[in-house]
T-cell receptor
Framework: GAVVSQHPSRVICKSGTSVKIECRSL??????MFWYRQFPKQSLMLMAT?????????EQGVEKDKFLINHASLTLSTLTVTSAHPEDSSFYIC????????????FGPGTRLTVT | KNEVEQSPQNLTAQEGEFITINCSYS?????LHWLQQHPGGGIVSLFM???GKKKHGRLIATINIQEKHSSLHITASHPRDSAVYIC????????????FGKGTHLIIQP
């Protein structure tokens, strides 16, 4: 089956620093990648939709200047949390799809971010 | 009101029992996903369906588009089935990103 990797799996950073999370589709070309966030004991929430070669589409309430998304190739999307604060501590997970009409999404293993 | 509602929120059962988790949604959808999330956080896609019924091993998923309802069934449940099961939908006319239910925390006791 299709495999999506994320790196790092876990990161601890100091408040004010930036953290980059990578999402790679290993054995297929992902026309679209999605970034989700999950706070403890809460459901996953879509943050943004990323299409290769174009600007990401952010969901309401997600600051595009704080969560920079780059989808430079059909196999790689990155999420950079800029000037991280403790309230950004969360579980970030990406998924990738080969595009419509298939809605099958393949999930990465997630990145647990802790901001101290 | 959440667009995707799941029930029950928590379920504890004995090994071997037949398990049903329900999902109702209030929007038009293109597809519905059932996902499994383990304690470490990783997510596995169990099913994606837009009509009818799908079966994979001991898992069965059904959807009734008219009633905006889906169910996930686990037959002959086993402790390794213990996980959070999440229903998620692709909204019609929206981007393909998922809208999630809050999940059902399932514990199967030996």
């Amino acid at each position: 089956g299709a495999v999506v990797s994320q790196h790092p799996s876990r990161v601890i950073c100091k408040s004010g620093t930036s953290v980059k999370i990578e999402c790679r589709s290993l054995d297929f070309q992902a026309t679209t990648m999605f970034w989700y966030r999950q706070f403890p004991k809460q459901s996953l929430m879509l943050m943004a939709t990323s299409n290769e070669g174009s600007k990401a589409t952010y969901e309401q309430g997600v600051e595009k200047d704080k969560f920079l998304i780059n989808h430079a190739s059909l196999t790689l999307s990155t999420l950079t949390v800029t000037s991280a604060h403790p309230e950004d501590s969360s579980f970030y997970i990406c998924s990738a799809t080969q595009g419509s009409p298939s809605y099958e999404q393949y999930f990465g293993p997630g990145t647990r971010l802790t901001v101290t | 009101k959440n667009e995707v509602e799941q029930s029950p929120q928590n379920l504890t059962a004995q090994e071997g029992e037949f398990i049903t988790i329900n999902c109702s949604y209030s929007v038009g959808i293109s597809a519905l996903h059932w996902l499994q999330q383990h304690p470490g956080g990783g997510i596995v896609s169990l099913f994606m369906l837009s009509s009818g019924k799908k079966k994979h091993g001991r898992l069965i998923a059904t959807i009734n588009i008219q009633e905006k309802h889906s169910s996930l069934h686990i037959t002959a449940s086993h402790p390794r089935d213990s996980a959070v099961y999440i229903c998620a939908v692709v909204t019609l006319g929206g981007a393909d990103g998922l809208t999630f239910g809050k999940g059902t925390h399932l514990i199967i006791q030996p």
